[in-house]
C-alpha cells in the first residue's frame, strides 16, 4: 500500500507539471499514468474498481475473479491463481487465442444456433465442458455439489478430481446422471485400480487419466501467496501426503500407505495397457501436447485425449494448448475425441479451439472463481456467459451449428 500511494504521490507530481506536456518528455506507458492521473485529478473517468455483488451482475466471466479473491484467503486464491515460475505458460494459454482472427460470413441464415454436440455416445448441450479442479470446498462450503448442481441446471458434461471433497457417489447425485472421472494414479497400482472401480462402480463412463503433472512444480505465485495468509490451517490441512489422502473420500477404504506420490511421474504406457484391461469405461488421457504422443495414444487403443498443460501449473514450456492442438489432431488422424482445455475465457475463444479442430473445450479457473464468489449461482452465470458469448459469435460468423465451424472460420492474425 505504501508503494502504491508512493507512485500516485509521483505520478501527481508529473501530471502537475507543465513539462509533463512537452513532447517526448514523458515516453510510453508514463505518459498514459499521468494522463490517467490527470483525469482522475480532473474528476474524469477513473479505473474500474468494481465488484461483483452478485452473480448476475457480471458482465463477462473475469469479473468473477476479483470477487473470488476477495472472498477467499490468501492461500485458497493463490493455489487457484498460480502457475509455475514466472507463470508464463499459464498466460500464453489464453494470449494464444489473440493470434487468429475470426471470419465474419454474411447472409448465413444464421438465426437458430445449435450449439450441442456429440461426444462418445452422448450428445450435450454445449462444447463447454466443467474440468477437474481439486478440494473445491477450500473455495465453497459446497464445494463439488455446488457445481454438479450448476452442470445439472445447465447441462454440462463435468469432470470430477480424483483429490475431490465430495464423493464421486455424492456428485453424480447432485449432477442427476453420469460425470467423467479424473485419475492421479498414484505410485500404487493396488490404490489406482480401487479408484477406478469405484468410479466405474458409481456410473462414470469415462476415466481421464492425468499425464500432463509428472512431478512437482515451482508454483511460486501459491508460495507467495502462502507468506502472507496469517490464518492457523492445521485443522483441515495434514502435513504430508499421506494426511492429504487421509481427508480425500475418494481414497476411503483403500491402503494408501505405500503412496508416495500422486503425479504422473511413475506412468507409462504400460500403465495404459493395464487401466485398459481393467476397466469398461473410455480411457482418455489428460495432458498429450504433441504429435508423437498423440500417435502412440491411438496404437494404445486410447478412446480420447484432452490436450491440457494443467492450466499452466504442470511445467514452464511457455507453450499454449491452442499452439498444441494442430498436431495432436494430426496425430490423433481423426480416430478419437480430441477435447482441449487451457486459457478459455471468452465465447470467441470457444469459437476459435472449435475451428481449429477440437470437439469440445475445458474451464477451469473461471468457473471456480464463480464458485468461490457466489457458490452455485456463480458457477451457473459462468457458464451462461460462456454459452451466450459463443452463441453470438456463431451467428455472427454465420455458423449456425457447432458442424458448421471449420478451419475456414479463423485466419491467423497478421504479425
Not at 500500500?1 to 508529473?14: I, K, N, P, Q, T
Request: glycine letters at 10%.
Amino acid at each position: 500500500m505504501r508503494l502504491a500511494e508512493s507512485r500516485r504521490e509521483f505520478l501527481r507530481f508529473l501530471a502537475g507539471s507543465p513539462l509533463a506536456a512537452l513532447p517526448g518528455f514523458v515516453p510510453g506507458i508514463l505518459a498514459d499514468l499521468c494522463a490517467a492521473e490527470r483525469g482522475r485529478a480532473s474528476g474524469g473517468p477513473q479505473e474500474d474498481t468494481f465488484v461483483l455483488k452478485s452473480a448476475d451482475q457480471a458482465l463477462d466471466v473475469m469479473e468473477f475473479e476479483a470477487a473470488a479473491k476477495k472472498a477467499l484467503p490468501p492461500a485458497h486464491f493463490g493455489y487457484l491463481a498460480t502457475g509455475v515460475d514466472d507463470d508464463g505458460t499459464l498466460h500464453a494459454n489464453h494470449a494464444a487465442y489473440a493470434r487468429y482472427e475470426i471470419r465474419m460470413r454474411r447472409l448465413a441464415g444464421a438465426g437458430k444456433i445449435d450449439t450441442s454436440v456429440h461426444v462418445l455416445d452422448t450428445t450435450w448441450r454445449t462444447p463447454i465442458v466443467i474440468c477437474p479442479v481439486g478440494s473445491q470446498r477450500a473455495f465453497h462450503p459446497e464445494g463439488e455439489i455446488a457445481v454438479a448442481k450448476a452442470a445439472r441446471a445447465k447441462e454440462h458434461l463435468q469432470i470430477l478430481s480424483t483429490v475431490t471433497n465430495s464423493r464421486v457417489e455424492d456428485v453424480i447425485a447432485a449432477r442427476g446422471g453420469p460425470v467423467w472421472y479424473q485419475l492421479y494414479a498414484t505410485d500404487v497400482w493396488d490404490v489406482a485400480q480401487g479408484l477406478v472401480k469405484r468410479a466405474e462402480a458409481a456410473g462414470c463412463p469415462v476415466v481421464a487419466v492425468t499425464v500432463d503433472l509428472p512431478s512437482n512444480s515451482n508454483r511460486e505465485t501459491l508460495f507467495r501467496s502462502r507468506r502472507v495468509d496469517t490464518r492457523q490451517c492445521s485443522g483441515c490441512h495434514e502435513p504430508g501426503l499421506l494426511g492429504q489422502l487421509h481427508h480425500a473420500p475418494m481414497f476411503s477404504g483403500l491402503d494408501v500407505s505405500k503412496v508416495t506420490r500422486i503425479d504422473a511421474g511413475e506412468l507409462s504406457w504400460d500403465f495404459v495397457k493395464r487401466l485398459k484391461d481393467a476397466t469398461k469405461m473410455k480411457v482418455f488421457l489428460k495432458g498429450i501436447v504433441t504429435r508423437e504422443d498423440a500417435e502412440v495414444a491411438v496404437l494404445n487403443g486410447v478412446d480420447g485425449v484432452i490436450v491440457s498443460n494443467h492450466g499452466g501449473r504442470a511445467e514452464e514450456s511457455l507453450r499454449s494448448t491452442l499452439e498444441s492442438l494442430p498436431e495432436v489432431l494430426t496425430g490423433c488422424g481423426g480416430k478419437i475425441p480430441v477435447m482441449l482445455d487451457g486459457g478459455i475465457r471468452r465465447g470467441t475463444d470457444i469459437f476459435k479451439a472449435l475451428a481449429l479442430g477440437a470437439t469440445a473445450v475445458g474451464i477451469g479457473r473461471p468457473y471456480v472463481w464463480g464458485l468461490a464468489a457466489f457458490g452455485q449461482p456463480g458457477v451457473e452465470a459462468v457458464l451462461e456467459i460462456l454459452s451466450r458469448e459463443l452463441a453470438t459469435i456463431m451467428k455472427q460468423a454465420g455458423t449456425p451449428s457447432i458442424s458448421q465451424i471449420s478451419r475456414n472460420s479463423v485466419v491467423p492474425r497478421p504479425a
